[in-house]
């Protein structure tokens, strides 16, 4: 295959701040544009396209702050792994972090396949904070939410013809929910946040009884590891429990008559060593209860909760049910409130969130002030009952949630997963949150980032899916992409096949990212399956294109004619219009052209050139223009005027009324 690519020597490319992330495989390809308006006078000047790619690097790299030409939270957002959390300076690629699997709503564990970091340098992010919840991110960061629909089953879509498809029928008061994702920007009102969901990968098989786990959320928050003479540490354990609580303390005595078997009324004197043996007694001091492990019995527990910290290898080896009963048992334990726990020692009330997360619960972790009954700080995590979060509505309700933008100086950061999402933690609250070539109008491919190089440009976290192939046009001036730029970028997108591992999917960057690139103009050339212009293939679609363009501007005055004319004339009386097909190109003729154009968002200058000839044949038919049945109503009544051999006669007046007359209804 043959492409005129510009290198980023010839066109002056800027070296990149860091090394590029190797991409060996994608599954295809996202259409980009520029956004803003670009100058029409490109398509007559090559030098205006390399002016144009180098203040597009100019802007990702110094406005953007991206390491090249191609969306991050602040320094204090943390990211759940199953090492625990960690900062952008601790993650490393490779560690497996809870992310959510946004088409079907659970959480997965998934390796962390790259952490990009950005240099700090003043720039605009916007700060949402409120008691339940507190990120700063770029504008343009992605969230997956679920938009409320209150009336299911009739959101309008077109079909491949373009036409409007018929929709389903659902009560007004109907409620649904589409998952979908925005931007920290483009959040709806109705927009909701998942900050929690039930985990996928837990075990199906218990590894532990019950009893065990339930002997396990006991010592952790109400246990003791006794000491040696000289504060020598010991695998003994003790376990106190008021003996105003007879229902604890009967759980207790029942768990560990099924772990370790019926209790003795003394332990065997060994010495230092111990006889292999897993005992437990039960004593009474005062109104307390307390129940001692041997050395041996208290061994076990202390393996699966060091220092009374539940580790996070035990707490993943656990059932759905298990981790129920886990948190359960926690929190009649600890007594600190409904669904609240209160620990000194964070790492503990950290293991305890993770085991609520696990299990699909929201939580949060706050520090507790000491208090007049309480000496010393605390870590209270609270489970929340609510699994999402809505920010916009939260913020209309009053002042305590607000959305700001602010001026952020700090390094910026973002981690790459398969499922473009990872569970993010700032202040201690917790949520789900997510993670080029250009082809300019002279069939010239500017090499961007290059092969095998991860682009930025499709969005956090969607970058390792798709290249980007940016087509040189935008949402004012140059609107329509002439046929040099679609052939620029399936040049570009054959190459990107044949050298870097691109797959066969051509997508818009609206694709799964809230945003309006490419252009209607260029994501209709897209949905069409990015037919080449001429017809000579090189698109995935199904229909024909256009002919090849004539090569010369069909335009009035003075007359144009020839078969070119007339093949025009043809393709856009197949379109409804309502337009002689004679051969000459008159008043009548550029009218129509004129008319057409504007329906389809163009110069209407009234010149059939490269963009109006392809659109004849490749734009979908818009509902309610000139392509509507009214027009061939017209030219029959037309006809009939003609029929009649007199302009004056009462049916010529009749047959006029009828074209000029409104559609009756039909049964």
Not at 10 to 21: I, N
Not at 132 to 144: A, E, I, M, N, V
Request: charged residues 25%.
């Amino acid at each position: 295959m043959a492409i005129d690519i510009v290198s980023r020597r010839d066109w002056g490319a800027r070296a990149p701040r860091g090394g590029y992330t190797r991409l060996d495989s994608t599954r295809g390809v996202k259409v980009h544009y520029t956004g803003g308006r670009v100058d029409p006078g490109i398509v007559g000047d090559h030098d205006l396209c390399v002016s144009l790619v180098r203040s597009i690097q100019r802007h990702h790299m110094d406005g953007n702050g991206w390491m090249d030409i191609g969306y991050c939270v602040d320094e204090e957002t943390e990211i759940l792994t199953q090492q625990g959390w960690k900062s952008h300076r601790d993650l490393q690629v490779g560690d497996l972090a809870l992310t959510l699997n946004h088409d079907i709503g659970v959480s997965e564990w998934q390796p962390v396949l790259e952490v990009c970091v950005f240099p700090a340098r003043r720039r605009e992010m916007i700060r949402m904070k409120g008691a339940s919840h507190s990120s700063l991110t770029t504008p343009q960061h992605r969230w997956p939410v679920e938009r409320l629909r209150r009336r299911t089953g009739t959101r309008w879509q077109r079909g491949p013809d373009g036409s409007w498809l018929p929709t389903g029928a659902a009560d007004r008061v109907a409620v649904g929910y589409e998952r979908m994702w925005v931007t920290t920007e483009t959040l709806g009102h109705w927009d909701r946040i998942p900050i929690a969901a039930p985990c996928a990968d837990l075990a199906t098989e218990p590894k532990w009884s019950d009893a065990f786990v339930e002997l396990v959320a006991w010592f952790w928050t109400e246990g003791h590891i006794m000491s040696l003479r000289g504060g020598r540490p010991a695998t003994s354990v003790a376990l106190y429990q008021a003996a105003t609580n007879p229902a604890n303390v009967a759980r207790i005595r029942a768990a560990l008559t099924e772990v370790f078997g019926p209790a003795c009324a003394a332990f065997p004197r060994v010495g230092g060593r111990t006889d292999g043996i897993p005992r437990w007694r039960e004593a009474t001091n005062r109104n307390l209860v307390e129940f001692h492990l041997s050395a041996d019995a208290g061994r076990r527990l202390i393996e699966v909760a060091p220092d009374r910290v539940p580790a996070q290898d035990f707490l993943l080896t656990l059932t759905r049910a298990q981790l129920s009963l886990f948190i359960e048992t926690s929190l009649a334990a600890d007594n600190a409130g409904k669904d609240k726990l209160a620990q000194k020692n964070r790492a503990a009330a950290e293991a305890f969130m993770l085991a609520v997360i696990l299990a699909g619960h929201g939580a949060s972790l706050r520090r507790r002030p000491p208090t007049a009954t309480c000496k010393s700080d605390m870590w209270l995590v609270n489970i929340r009952k609510q699994r999402n979060l809505t920010p916009r509505s939260a913020a209309l309700r009053g002042a305590s949630f607000a959305i700001i933008r602010e001026v952020h100086d700090g390094v910026i950061w973002c981690p790459r997963t398969a499922n473009h999402s990872w569970l993010a933690r700032r202040e201690g609250t917790v949520y789900f949150t997510g993670n080029t070539y250009i082809g300019c109008p002279h069939k010239k491919v500017f090499e961007g980032r290059g092969l095998h190089r991860l682009p930025a440009a499709n969005g956090s976290g969607l970058n390792s899916a798709h290249y980007a192939v940016l087509g040189l046009v935008g949402n004012a001036g140059l609107v329509q992409p002439p046929d040099g730029v679609l052939h620029a970028v399936l040049d570009a997108i054959e190459h990107l096949r044949e050298r870097g591992g691109a797959g066969r999917e051509i997508k818009g960057h609206r694709d799964g990212y809230s945003t309006d690139c490419p252009g209607e103009p260029l994501y209709a050339w897209v949905r069409r399956g990015a037919p080449r212009p001429g017809g000579d293939g090189g698109g995935d679609g199904d229909g024909p294109g256009a002919p090849p363009f004539p090569g010369r501007l069909l335009r009035y005055p003075p007359v144009t004619r020839g078969e070119d004319v007339r093949t025009w004339q043809r393709q856009m009386r197949t379109r409804g219009w309502d337009i002689a097909v004679d051969g000459a190109y008159g008043s009548a003729s550029r009218d129509v052209c004129r008319r057409f154009q504007r329906q389809q968002g163009v110069e209407d200058d009234g010149v059939v050139g490269p963009v109006t000839w392809r659109l004849a044949w490749e734009a979908p038919r818009a509902a309610g223009t000139a392509d509507a049945p009214e027009a061939a109503e017209a030219r029959e009544a037309e006809e009939a005027v003609e029929a009649v051999g007199s302009v004056d006669a009462p049916e010529a007046a009749e047959a006029r009324e009828t074209a000029d007359a409104p559609e009756e209804p039909r049964t």
